[in-house]
């Protein structure tokens, strides 16, 4: 007779190799190497949490520090790849084959070990597509999870910074997994009850906090005039015409400079309440000075933000926040809403070819994609109407019948024509590809595809591909906001003056800009200083951002 | 250092009258651009000194697009380069113009 | 909303002929040696630098408030601020014509210190600068320094600060003869990490700077604000004589004694009687004045 429960009975010999160096579900923190060699197995799939922000950096580094006797060939399966730990294990042969997400700083490095054959690569995924495949075809048979606290039956308070757990622990809990955490402290009573301790089979108290990576901090003291500019054509450009009032920022100078224009450059062309009112985003320190005006109703976040914890305890009108008062952020409903709830996804990114497809990969460098692809996609499944998702549907579509027409989410790619070192942003061919062909990928990794790309916001002036009728007019349309790079020098101008004429492009002063006027004058904050004052004093800026 | 120079005709005279004007400062991204009068009213002579070789094409592209749009006639322009972006050559250009038609 | 004033214009974010436009009356600048007389560095094109046209500080004459002053500006991004030869010159040239014309000075300054790539005409530079400032106050000259650029004033330039009649300097200002990268270079991160920018300014900024008595005035980051300190600034005594420079001797020497063990602002400002020492970066600049007029170690006539 079948035995249909040899998950469970896999997961009881683990807790039982385990409790051998637990006191109830506590493990010391000098026992972690010996504990995690007694409950790992060759070969398991093993989740260690981390993504661009929070990481469970003791778990990975006491993973790392395993006899490679005993755990070998692990397939790892994590949103980020961002600790050096994380490659170290497959140097060592701990870990061999992996699927994630992002590898920001990591990217040379994760791309030289896939040229050598140390990383036996599935796949990488936008966030909320490995989420999912937790649950279909990479559960994780371990957790290595991160906490702020716990109490003695293992409950766990995630703070701020809850981003990814409780999908990981949903998945690998109730698909019969283990889930081990390491927490800052143990307490007699968590502040709220993030994780119940049911789900959690062990926890390591860490003695300090979980790593927090500042990623969505951006300094107004480095924002150009180039990218104010750019920040002013999208504002009259594309939220005002469109009315776009639930949407999610990109990281970046571009969209840093379009937050901190809203309450001068927005406020003076009367939009306040009718754009920019409902958000799918991080706490980015630079909408401060917009939330503290009255621009923003209300904000679900991917995570947290370090130095913002005590400004959105405050605002709990705009932030969703538990009943002890923190925030309480989690990246796979926010991913969900800025698939599904947000008409306008607006990002920056590294190149973009000439059908619009765009990619972050260059020179031998995987930085992975987050979550940008799948903010920055057009959600086939949505059915609920918006005024700027019918309007661009109809744009995109102006014959079609009306009741049958689908909508589309703008998706925008902002950036000035030259990126960092000068680097073209516009190219005849993505780097991506060289990437595919060097370690024969099926697919290369593209964040946005060029058929979801709706619109294009250069220093030059705006592209909308929606009003594109076919491939030529596509590519004169990028051509024609590419500025100096060769693919903008390489225009044909008499088709680019007829997308003009067409709108199809507009220039600065065909929507009444004049780029001398983009001046840093415009910014509501000059300094991180500035926001930490707009905050009233509860935005607390890490001391890397600090000049006083 | 790379020494570029362009002899350009203009469409249009520069205005004001003011004698010198300068923008801009020479730190990286950035450039000084060193406006002067002395050029006949349909030509404008642009020197260029850049650290960054072989950029000659992308310069040429600017300037041309310059002496068309604004009104540049008459005018000498010193420019040292600090590697910056063409975008923001264009932008500091636009603004010596229009800070030579500002009264001083 | 406890917003920014806007009102408010930063002085630290301005380029050196902006600070100079708003420090001076109105209309009553006249720039010596400018942009289109081509004054430049002959040395940086060797190593395929770039050279500014004014060689990265201007000089010239003003008025400030109606009193006529010479002036000079550094630039802090064109090689932060760094003083190379003709720079150099330059400043000791309105140096010199200061004591003849017995007109005081304001220096802005915004520097690292001396240009790497000229570095022997830059010491000489410093050395002549501060034989010139020293030469323009046994006159009675008084010159005055502005500290608040985003080069800071480092090197040679912050000796060249030490030797001024009276200084001026806002929470962004940093004051210091060695950087925080080279003192982390030459002694190890352990002794300083100079990433941690809240410890750069603990230990070098205008806040502590100010309550150490290294610093005379304390004003806002903002144009009016310094405008105004140049003014009070002109005001102040001026005298350089042998009891003065006694008395500022003794000075070092108690804060020495006093401070010399401290590892870090916080502490020194712990012994100073201030009350809450790890607030005081956070503290606005009322409510530190108010804290430090009464606690602040009193710089001497030596400034």
């Known amino acids: 007779m079948r035995d249909w429960n040899t998950k469970g009975r896999d997961r009881q010999a683990r807790l039982e190799a385990g409790l051998r160096f637990a006191t109830g579900k506590i493990v010391a923190a000098q026992d972690l190497v010996a504990f995690l060699e007694a409950t790992l197995r060759p070969g398991d799939r093993v989740c260690l949490e981390g993504d661009n922000q929070k990481q469970a950096d003791v778990l990975a580094k006491a993973l790392a520090k395993v006899d490679p006797a005993k755990v070998n060939g692990l397939h790892m399966v994590q949103s980020g790849v961002v600790l050096p730990e994380h490659l170290d294990i497959f140097e060592t042969g701990i870990a061999r084959r992996l699927d994630f997400s992002y590898s920001g700083p990591q990217s040379a490095r994760i791309a030289r070990m896939m040229f050598g054959g140390q990383i036996e690569l599935g796949a990488v995924h936008t966030y909320l597509e490995l989420f999912a495949r937790y649950f279909i075809d990479l559960t994780p048979q371990v957790a290595l999870i991160a906490a702020v606290s716990a109490d003695k039956d293992g409950n766990l308070y995630t703070g701020p910074n809850t981003e990814d757990t409780p999908t990981v622990v949903e998945a690998t809990s109730f698909g019969k997994g283990l889930v081990i955490a390491q927490v800052g402290e143990i307490v007699d009573r968590v502040p709220r009850v993030d994780i119940p301790a049911d789900q959690v089979h062990f926890v390591v108290d860490a003695g300090r906090p979980f790593y927090v990576e500042p990623l969505f901090t951006r300094d107004p003291a480095a924002i150009t005039e180039t990218q104010i500019l750019t920040a002013m054509l999208a504002i009259k450009g594309l939220y005002a015409p469109y009315g776009v009032r639930r949407l999610n920022h990109g990281i970046g100078f571009n969209t840093a400079a379009i937050e901190l224009l809203l309450p001068t450059y927005g406020e003076r062309l009367g939009l306040k309440g009718k754009v920019c009112t409902h958000w799918a985003l991080n706490p980015h320190p630079t909408l401060i000075p917009a939330i503290e005006s009255g621009w923003v109703e209300q904000i679900h976040c991917f995570g947290s933000e370090v130095g913002m914890e005590d400004y959105m305890r405050a605002r709990p009108d705009i932030f969703f926040t538990g009943p002890d008062g923190s925030l309480r952020s989690n990246r796979a409903f926010c991913q969900t809403a800025g698939l599904y709830a947000c008409d306008m996804f607006i990002g920056s990114t590294l190149q973009i070819d000439l059908a619009g497809n765009s990619s972050t990969v260059t020179g031998g460098r995987v930085a992975g994609f987050g979550g940008a692809p799948n903010m920055g996609s057009d959600a086939r499944g949505r059915r609920h109407p918006s005024a700027p998702w019918l309007r661009a549907g109809q744009e995109a579509d102006p014959d079609g019948p009306p009741p049958l027409r689908r909508g589309r989410k703008l998706v925008v790619q902002i950036g000035e024509t030259f990126g960092d070192g000068n680097a073209p942003m516009f190219v005849e061919r993505l780097g991506a590809l060289d990437l595919a062909d060097k370690l024969d990928l099926d697919l290369a990794p593209v964040m946005v595809y060029g058929d979801d790309v709706t619109h294009i916001v250069t220093e030059e002036g705006i592209a909308n591909l929606l009003l594109c009728r076919d491939k030529d007019e596509r590519e004169q349309a990028i051509r024609g906001v590419a500025g100096y790079t060769e693919v903008g020098r390489a225009r044909d101008r008499t088709m680019v003056d007829r997308l003009r004429e067409r709108k199809v492009i507009q220039r600065p002063e065909d929507l009444g800009i004049d780029p001398l006027d983009a001046d840093r004058g415009l910014l509501v904050a000059h300094s991180i200083k500035d926001l930490m004052i707009a905050s009233g004093g509860l935005y607390r800026p890490p001391s890397r951002f600090r000049n006083w | 250092m790379e020494n570029l120079r362009y002899e350009l005709s203009t469409t249009k005279p520069a205005g004001g009258t003011r004698a010198v004007g300068l923008v801009g400062v020479v730190a990286s991204g950035n450039l000084e651009v060193l406006l002067e009068r002395g050029e006949a009213p349909d030509r404008c002579v642009i020197d260029i000194a850049t650290p960054a070789h072989g950029f000659a094409a992308l310069w040429q592209a600017v300037t041309a697009d310059f002496a068309v749009r604004m009104a540049a006639g008459g005018l000498r322009i010193t420019i040292n380069d600090g590697g910056a972006r063409p975008d923001t050559v264009a932008l500091r250009l636009a603004q010596g113009v229009h800070l030579m038609e500002k009264p001083e | 909303m406890t917003s920014p004033s806007p009102t408010r214009h930063s002085w630290y974010e301005e380029s050196a002929r902006g600070r100079l436009a708003h420090l001076l009356d109105p209309g009553s600048f006249t720039e010596f040696l400018g942009p289109e007389r081509r004054e430049f560095s002959p040395h940086l094109g ?238 606005d600049t009322s409510a530190f004045l108010t804290i430090a007029t009464r606690k602040r170690e009193g710089a001497d006539a030596a400034r």
């Open chain 3, 46 to 283: 060797l190593f395929n630098l770039p050279h500014q046209l004014d060689d990265g500080i201007i000089v010239g004459t003003g008025r400030l408030d109606g009193r006529p002053v010479l002036v000079a500006a550094q630039e802090g991004r064109f090689m932060g601020g760094a003083i190379g030869e003709v720079h150099g010159a330059k400043l000791t040239g309105l140096l010199r014509a200061a004591r003849q014309m017995k007109r005081d000075v304001v220096i802005l300054f915004d520097t690292g210190g001396v240009r790497l790539q000229e570095a022997n005409a830059g010491e000489l530079a410093i050395s002549e600068i501060i034989r010139a400032t020293l030469d323009a106050r046994a006159e009675g000259v008084r010159v005055v320094g502005l500290l608040g650029g985003r080069a800071g004033c480092y090197g040679g330039g912050s000796l060249i600060a030490g030797c001024c009649s009276a200084l001026v300097i806002s929470e962004q200002g940093r004051l210091s003869v060695s950087g925080p990268e080279v003192i982390e270079t030459n002694k190890g991160v352990e002794e300083f990490d100079s990433r941690d920018r809240a410890l750069v300014w603990r230990t070098m900024g205008g806040k502590h700077r100010y309550l150490i008595g290294g610093v005379d005035l304390f004003v806002d980051d903002d144009v009016a604000a310094f405008r105004a300190g140049a003014v009070a600034a002109l005001e102040r005594p001026a005298t350089l004589d042998q009891a003065v420079l006694t008395a500022e001797q003794a000075r070092l020497e108690r804060r020495l004694a006093r401070f010399g063990d401290a590892a870090d602002g916080t502490e020194v400002w712990a012994r100073l009687g201030v009350a809450h020492p790890a607030g005081v970066p956070d503290l």
